[in-house]
């Protein structure tokens, strides 16, 4: 079950790892509410081919993504200690968020039997829910203008 465009987007509380965020630290989303849109990007699996490309481009267009007012969480199942290694290869700006029990996917309608779907939501600095798109393959994944454009059209 999945949740809707024009509703309030479910908060969470998840560890976080990242460029200037302290060791064993948590972040949520209602920490953004009133501050920043945000897009969450749900992703299979740290390292995996698809997914070390997409976080790469958002590495790659993150100033893009703060201009337009929004802040990236990335999002998968995997634990802090491998999402230590992914941000530190590849030298991500923005913070990777771990899902170990899959509890927000399930709340975002993004868990399988396979693990985490990759899906994208766009949430408004209101905490709303404005966007999203769900990729039935994993080996497909949105392109960042796409997204970009999302974002742009979210007040």
Partial sequence: MGIVIGTAAPDFNLPAVGKGIPKG??????????????????YPADFSPVCTSEMRCFREDWGAFRAAGCEILGIS???????????EQLKLEFPLLSDVDRRVSQQYGVD??????????VVDSQGILRYQHVEWLPLFRRDNRELLEAVRAVD
């Fill in 25 to 42: 630290a948590t972040i949520s989303l209602g920490a953004y509410r009133g501050k920043s849109k945000v897009l969450l990007a749900f």
């Fill in 77 to 87: 199942s995997d634990p802090v200690s491998k999402h230590e290694a992914f941000a």
């Fill in 112 to 121: 399988s039997l396979l693990g985490t779907r990759r899906a994208y939501f």
